[in-house]
């Protein structure tokens, strides 16, 4: 059974920190692209990032471009996004998803994120 599992989510300062991380099970996680995506309260979902899988290239959405950093550890089945300089309008429930063919066929149950003075 394919599980995907975030954590590190919470509630920081605007040019606060955080380190999200997304722990994979049920699948060879070395195969398969991953990608974080958010939602925003009221929004639709935005995709954030994506990882290859050999963690070799990353891609990022504008609105994170410079301040995200997606990587992974293959070997602790593990997917990272280290978020600084966060937001206000950073604030979304964020997932971890598995990427095949372009689509998201697995997520996570999200972890929330809210970053607010």
């Known amino acids: 059974e394919v599980q995907l599992v975030e954590s590190g989510g919470g509630m920081v300062q605007p040019g606060g920190s955080l380190r999200l991380s997304c722990a994979a099970s049920g699948f060879t996680f070395s195969s398969y692209d991953m990608s974080w995506v958010r939602q925003a309260p009221g929004k639709g979902p935005e995709w954030v990032s994506r990882i290859l899988r050999g963690g070799g290239s990353t891609y990022y959405a504008d609105s994170v471009k410079g301040r995200f950093t997606i990587s992974r550890d293959n070997a602790k089945n593990t997917l990272y996004l280290q978020m600084d300089s966060l937001k206000p309008e950073d604030t979304a429930l964020y997932y971890c998803?598995?990427?095949?063919?372009?689509?998201?066929?697995?997520w996570g149950q999200g972890t929330q994120v809210t970053v607010s003075s």
């Open positions: 998803a598995r990427t095949a063919s372009g689509k998201y066929d697995y």
